[in-house]
T-cell receptor, first 116, second 113 residues
Framework: SAVISQKPSRDICQRGTSLTIQCQVD?????MFWYRQQPGQSLTLIAT?????????ESGFVIDKFPISRPNLTFSTLTVSNMSPEDSSIYLC?????????????FGPGTRLTVL | AQSVTQLGSHVSVSEGALVLLRCNYS??????LFWYVQYPNQGLQLLLK??????LVKGINGFEAEFKKSETSFHLTKPSAHMSDAAEYFC???????????FGSGTRLSIRP
């Protein structure tokens, strides 16, 4: 398994500002993903964080709004830029361990973001 | 493209009754299928997964799911509901062991005393 921590756990931000969320894993992982869970909704994949190269974004998500970094095999950041109230969500990091069997992804505890 | 459809955004059963949460998938390749549970204000936890081995998959907390290719279904069941089963349940699909997971819309399970 993998133990995942996210910082901050929650934040309240003003419209127009940006927030960077950190995801740290206790072991090296092959893949890292960022999801968004809007209030009362399911999880939507934002992007796959690629180590050493640009992230791969899903339809409807762009790098300018959600820049992602992944400098190594255990750490990634997601920035929510120029925030609006519609960005209020839980943002979750998930990982696929190096020794994962059957593609079991592990999820972080999430970052609860409220934009005023 | 892969997708999952969960029938019923909200299911309510009596304590001790059978739990049945429905999930149908769409995939152009043999899928990997998952059920995740999210308890109120908590993170996601894997209940069980299907990876092309046995079609009947047993998970944690007494849950199990059966992969039926002919019906493109992967319904989640539990013989006897417990109050602690109240949560949001997500069915999910992926293409292979190294690809992204796509989630269904979720089903909220309520348990009546």
């Amino acid at each position: 398994s993998a133990v995942i921590s996210q910082k901050p756990s929650r934040d309240i931000c003003q419209r127009g500002t940006s927030l960077t969320i950190q995801c740290q894993v206790d072991s090296q992982v092959t893949m890292m993903f960022w999801y968004r869970q809007q209030p009362g909704q399911s999880l939507t994949l934002i992007a796959t964080a690629n180590q050493g190269s640009e992230a791969t974004y899903e339809s409807g998500f762009v790098i300018d709004k959600f820049p992602i970094s992944r400098p190594n095999l255990t750490f990634s950041t997601l920035t929510v830029s120029n925030m609006s109230p519609e960005d209020s969500s839980i943002y979750l990091c998930s990982v696929l361990p190096l020794a994962g069997l059957g593609n079991e992804q592990f999820f972080g505890p999430g970052t609860r973001l409220t934009v005023l | 493209a892969q997708s999952v459809t969960q029938l019923g955004s909200h299911v309510s059963v009596s304590e001790g009754a059978l739990v049945l949460l429905r999930c149908n998938y769409s995939s152009s390749v043999p899928p990997y299928l998952f059920w995740y549970v999210q308890y109120p204000n908590q993170g996601l936890q894997l209940l069980l997964k299907y990876t092309s081995a046995a079609t009947l998959v047993k998970g944690i907390n007494g849950f199990e799911a059966e992969f039926k290719k002919s019906e493109t279904s992967f319904h989640l069941t539990k013989p006897s509901a417990h109050m602690s089963d109240a949560a949001e349940y997500f069915c999910a699909v992926s293409e292979n062991s190294a690809s992204k997971i796509i989630f269904g819309s979720g089903t909220r399970l309520s348990i009546r005393p």
